[in-house]
């Protein structure tokens, strides 16, 4: 007796994940049924690898397949800059802008009063005793520019005040964007932080 | 010295498949990260199995586990109606459905000019076997409505007339549909196919 009963669960579990949806899962998984030997096989095989390798890094929170992250073990990068942003994606976007030469703080989240998040369910503590056994003088709080990641930002700079040097990422217009897709705050914070030319 | 050369292998792979890119497989990838033992090892382990598995069904072309579908497997389903589909997916869709009760045979395409597709790439001298072979008595042809599907259609048509009786799907406005955005091709066949009520 044949079954599709595994075909089935993968198109499931392909389905939960963020982005993919039942219809998108079904494709996925044809596609990766015709072409096994290039796509199935090797997915397989490296998910395997990385269930077993991946680990966060216990100094700063990226993720990496050791317990001291790339960043983190590299001396080049221990330039006096510390960069602190809510994500792993946060960092790896950070990094493919290739902007930043130093070392990164992932907080794991934002505070939020709503969700009880507090300080000690972040990696606040942590990011304080950094500051001084890594001889920090600044910290660049990369966080959304929503509500909590505000309030977050706040609470750090409260924290660490005359201690380091605390920066922000600028508010404006977004290169390339288009001021008539633009929200009311964006073109107000653009407008006052206006610069000669 | 760490790497994180497999997790970007991971991205990347993932990144390929239909419906996703990189930033939404980089999104996948965090999650499953996160979850890799609810999500990444099971799904490397079915991946694993169904690369393992799978297999087209010699008869109809479906996909499942075995040398014959559980379809075509079945008693149940050899009622003398045979429904024509384009692809594996569409046989799924119209199972979903539960209205066919009888078998499929998947052709693996349309014919077309443009891309050199003739009967012999498809799987057209199949079903013209399996007509005779399978005591067919009506044939459904559930092939899109594009040119390449109403050409294949009236190919298969005219390669069996006479000898069986073949029917395509009913076009018209879709369950749920709103006239003000169906194109006007929909609304001139739903109009010449109306009926009393």
Redesign the interface.
């Known amino acids: 007796?044949?079954?599709?009963r595994?075909?089935d669960?993968?198109i499931e579990?392909?389905a939960?994940?963020?982005?993919?949806g039942p219809r998108?899962a079904?494709?996925?998984?044809?596609?990766?049924?015709r072409k096994?030997a290039q796509?199935?096989?090797?997915?397989?095989?490296?998910?395997?690898?990385?269930?077993a390798?991946?680990r966060e890094c216990l100094n700063c929170g990226n993720?990496?397949?050791?317990d001291?992250?790339?960043i983190c073990?590299s001396e080049a990068r221990a330039n006096g800059q510390l960069c602190v942003v809510e994500?792993?994606?946060d960092l790896?976007a950070m990094e493919r802008s290739q902007v930043f030469r130093g070392r990164y703080h992932v907080l794991g989240g934002t505070l939020s009063a709503l969700d009880a998040v507090g300080p000690e369910e972040l990696r606040i503590p942590k990011l304080i005793a950094r500051v001084d056994a890594e001889g920090i003088t600044e910290l660049i709080l990369a966080l959304n520019a929503t509500v909590d990641g505000m309030t977050t930002a706040h609470y750090i700079a409260d924290q660490l005040e005359g201690r380091v040097r605390v920066t922000s990422l600028a508010q404006g217009v977004p290169v390339g964007g288009e001021l008539d897709y633009l929200d009311d705050g964006t073109i107000t914070a653009a407008m006052n932080a206006r610069k000669s030319i």
């Open positions: 007796m044949s079954s599709t595994d075909i669960a993968l579990m392909m939960r994940l963020p982005g993919l998108s079904r494709r996925a998984v044809l596609h990766m049924i096994r796509i199935l096989n090797p997915l397989s095989e490296v998910m395997a690898t990385v269930a390798t991946a993720i990496g397949t050791a001291i992250c790339d073990d994500d792993v994606a790896w």
